[in-house]
């Protein structure tokens, strides 16, 4: 070989070398902006969802309010379940919420929410429409529900307590229950024996609930854009105290601006308070 051919190989080398060096770079800057690009997309993802797997706190939340043998809608258990929706999301609820559900939606929702409960789980249920109790059972009505008899509710209503025996078989670390659905419902004079409001509500260990008025009484809807119970509990939901400590509060405030009329029940097997801060 002589000594310009050796030149132009070693010329060679060289320009190979520096094509291969700026290629290297190019796809090193390549993957990096992909991986900003993928970065910024989680991000994204979190801003929009609150978190990303799986929340160890999950709520269901319905209202009802358009029952076909009500004489009127219900307009306040639908505002309700937005209302509590968003500020649950705020504080970091995976929240199912359900408008208007016929027995199937509410059977689907209930699926949906025990299968998200695991043993660390705090699991939130809230429904906002009729509820009927039938042999000291508390049921809340869909609305497509015939009732006719008493024999009805069983059929076509969901049993609050079935609900909890379902976060209880999970292994939810806490169970949180708020029914408002203390109301005279349409169905009341088809009975021949007839109880009004809703049975005493059996709780089991670690569960907090709350219903708008005391077993077997009757609360009025009032004319605000959420009902008197919603109206406090979002209240007090809102400050840094625990939820025995914001449900107290709410039957508190409620007793007393009724003057006893309208008195909340609480009823607790906490081993201690939940949090909902942050």
Not at 51 to 66: D, K, P, Y
Not at 90 to 111: N, S
Not at 134 to 155: H, L, N
Not at 250 to 277: F, H, N, Y
């Amino acid at each position: 070989m002589n000594l310009g051919q050796l030149c132009i190989s070693r010329r060679t080398v060289t320009i190979a070398v520096a094509f291969i060096g700026l290629v290297s770079l190019a796809i090193g800057a390549h993957a990096a902006l992909n991986k900003r690009s993928l970065d910024a997309a989680k991000a994204i993802g979190t801003e929009q969802t609150g978190a990303i797997g799986t929340s160890n706190r999950v709520a269901l939340v319905i209202g009802n309010g358009h029952y076909p043998d009500a004489a009127a809608p219900l307009s306040q258990p639908i505002n309700d379940a937005r209302g509590l929706t968003a500020a649950l999301r705020a504080k970091g609820f995976d929240v199912d919420v359900v408008e208007d559900a016929t027995k199937d939606d509410m059977a689907r929702a209930v699926a949906r929410l025990k299968d998200k409960i695991k043993p660390d789980t705090v699991a939130m249920l809230f429904f906002g429409g009729y509820g009927v109790q039938v042999g000291r059972e508390s049921f809340m009505i869909p609305v497509d529900a015939a009732i006719w008899k008493e024999a009805d509710v069983r059929r076509d209503g969901v049993s609050i307590e079935q609900v909890l025996d379902t976060m209880t078989e999970k292994g939810a670390s806490a169970k949180l229950v708020v029914v408002d659905a203390s109301r005279r419902n349409p169905y009341e004079r088809r009975f021949r024996s007839y109880s009004h409001g809703l049975a005493p509500i059996s709780t089991p260990e670690n569960a907090l609930i709350l219903t708008s008025a005391t077993p077997g009484k009757v609360a009025d809807d009032g004319k605000g854009q959420y009902s008197v119970l919603v109206t406090e509990l979002l209240n007090n939901l809102n400050s840094q105290s625990g939820v025995a400590s914001a449900f107290n509060k709410t039957r508190i405030s409620i007793s007393r601006a009724s003057d006893g009329e309208q008195v909340p029940q609480v009823s607790s097997s906490l081993l201690e308070d939940v949090r909902l801060g942050g």
